[in-house]
């Protein structure tokens, strides 16, 4: 019978092959351009899912695109496994920054990926990361291995907020039900350094208007004599940090889970180079908030950064011009216990009273959710170190993340269920960046990884 190695060694062109074809589909949840082609990727998954091994799948309509749903229910008594996933992806801009079409995949050599990696929107945020999993699927079904139940659960909405998952989620307790959930949307340490995520930031996303004159005016008139929007926006947002990078929202602290020294000593314990993270980003120093390790900064530590500004002109040339109004996004990553919508509503006050007379503000909140933390003596995570070390050879490092993935905290509330994220991704991926990529090495051993936790989990739930 074959292991997961062979049967991948066997099948590896055309399991790259397919990853290709779904990768050339423009999947951009946030830009109505690309409404159909996501239509056209949720099928695309639903016909993937069936070949893999589901006996059912169905395309779940909501109000903004759809959730595809596939199970493989063996035997009631088994445990069973829900696979969380996404088909949408991010805008691909700034186009001209990438070295190949974003959605014309292409395999090629990096330093850090010597057996080449798969260059696309999506190949490592979700795509990639996603199909790993039907092809892990694939091969225990194929070959009569698959050691309890599966569910999949793949929405097209992740990179816009996930407004309708939670619908969906609380409509379908039932058919949903299952032991454990498992999602690969995160990244690990790197190639010969296994990691397991066992802690996600929240997240709290606002945009925000400052307004001053009726109309735009001429520098020169008006200049000096009415408030600039656009001076005024930077000043604000440039007053959300002290000289100690600290926010200074008042209450945004109030609930901030402080680790403790010994707490920090292991986080330290990670292989990390300061010149080598700096090289990477081609940067002569690291930046944040006094105190805390750029590990710590990106992980256990809330943020507020620009996403986006604008306002007045800004074609060829010039236009001597006061804007009316000036723009901002800003995103705000929270730690465990910080309820984004509580830091949103401080925000919204905080930034509304910090504006001088003469322009009026507006605070749009997007969209948010909880921070995660998943501990490490469930039978979960146990049967995930174990399936780490069987293909990596190693123990993987339990660590933090600085990403947010708002359904998880979600999933545990409806559905009563811990999460497992078993990612195989890189920081050096560029994931929502121009020239995303995605190892051909990581995707396989992804594929090779996943069936031994489905093993070593129904194993320690049997005993």
């Known amino acids: 019978m074959n292991s997961p190695k062979e049967y991948i060694a066997q099948n590896k062109t055309r399991f790259l092959n397919e990853l290709i074809e779904l990768l050339k589909i423009p999947s951009v949840s946030a ?17 993937a899912l069936l070949d893999a091994g589901c006996d059912t799948v169905e395309i779940y309509e909501t109000e903004g695109y759809p959730i595809v749903y596939g ?3 063996i035997d009631a008594a088994l445990p069973t496994v829900l696979v969380y996933g996404h088909y949408d992806v991010q805008p691909a801009d700034p186009l001209e920054l990438w070295d190949s079409p ?59 907020g996930s407004d ?23 990244g690990m340490i790197a190639n010969d350094v296994p990691s397991i995520t066992t802690g996600l930031r929240g997240l709290s996303y606002v945009e925000v208007e400052v307004k001053g004159p009726n109309r735009d005016l001429h520098s020169g008139l008006y200049g000096g004599a009415v408030a ?36 920090r000593a292991e986080m330290a314990k990670a292989p990390f180079s300061l010149q080598g993270y700096q090289d990477a980003l ?40 006061i804007a009316s109004k000036a723009y901002a996004k800003i995103s705000m990553r929270l730690v465990p216990h910080q309820d984004w919508e509580e830091i949103t509503t401080l925000f919204q006050v905080h930034f509304e009273q910090c504006a001088p007379k003469g322009v009026k503000v507006k605070v749009t909140p997007h969209h948010g959710g909880q921070g995660y933390v998943t501990p490490i003596d469930t039978v979960g995570y146990q049967a995930a170190s174990k399936a780490y070390e069987t293909t990596f050879g190693k123990k993987p490092i339990p660590q933090r993340s600085g990403g947010s993935i708002p359904i998880v905290s979600l999933f545990e509330e409806e559905l009563g269920s811990k999460t497992i994220l078993m990612g195989f991704g890189l920081d050096s991926d560029a994931i929502h960046s121009p020239n995303e990529h995605f190892g051909v090495w990581n995707y396989l051993k992804g594929i090779e990884t996943i069936p031994y936790f489905y093993h070593f989990f129904t194993e320690m739930k049997k005993s």
């Open 282 to 321: 081609d940067i002569e120093s690291v930046y944040g908030e006094k105190g805390y390790t750029t590990n710590e900064r990106n992980s256990i530590r809330p943020t507020l950064d620009v996403n986006g500004i604008w306002g007045g002109y800004i074609g060829e040339g010039a236009k001597t011009v």
């Open 71 to 73: 199970e493989k229910i």
């Open 31 to 47: 830009d109505p351009a690309f409404s159909q082609d996501v239509l056209n990727t949720s099928k695309a998954v639903k016909t």
């Open 102 to 160: 974003p959605y014309e995949p292409v395999i090629k050599e990096t330093e850090i990926h010597p057996e080449g990696a798969i260059f696309a929107r999506g190949s490592c945020d979700d795509k990639g990361q996603m199909y790993m999993h039907v092809k892990a699927l694939e091969y225990m079904t194929k070959t009569d291995q698959l050691p309890c139940n599966v569910k999949f659960m793949i929405e097209g909405e992740e990179e816009v």
């Open 228 to 263: 600039n929007p656009i001076n005024i926006l930077t000043k604000m947002i440039a007053s959300l940090h002290d000289e100690n990078n600290h926010i200074t929202i008042p209450g945004f602290y109030d609930k901030v889970e402080e680790l403790s020294t010994e707490e």
């Open 164 to 186: 309708n998952l939670g619908i969906y989620v609380a409509n379908n307790k039932e058919k949903l039900a299952n032991d454990i959930i498992l999602i690969s949307d995160t």
